[in-house]
């Protein structure tokens, strides 16, 4: 069975560090891409961050310096170390696999940004 689990969130302080997992079995995400997303309360979703099949990486600007995203194939997992975080950044994070017409997304892992 194809899945995708993001892990990771919680409920932090500003300044503080998370780190979100994105795990994938019943198929391997060498050469895939992966794209991790964010969806804040009444807003679309956003991509965050990716990392392409050649591990080129880009990331949305006001994450810029302050998110990584890492890809482990050992581990076939990816992913997102976040650090000093912003209120801002509280959303639901999803991570999305994809290659040529085919995509796998997780069901999503919370990150809370508060004081």
């Known amino acids: 069975q194809v899945q995708l689990v993001e892990s990771g969130g919680g409920l932090v302080q500003p300044g503080e560090s998370l780190r979100l997992s994105c795990e994938a079995s019943g198929f391997s995400l060498n050469g895939y891409g992966i794209i991790w997303h964010r969806q804040a309360p009444g807003m679309p979703r956003d991509w965050v961050a990716s990392i392409g099949g050649t591990n080129l990486k880009k990331y949305q600007e006001s994450v810029k310096g302050r998110f990584t995203i890492i890809r482990d194939n050992a581990k076939n997992a990816v992913y997102l170390q976040m650090n000093n975080l912003k209120p801002e950044d509280t959303a639901v994070y999803y991570c999305?696999?994809?290659?040529?017409?085919?995509?796998?997304w997780g069901q999503g892992t919370q990150v809370t940004v508060s004081s």
């Open positions: 999305e696999a994809t290659r040529l017409s085919t995509s796998y």
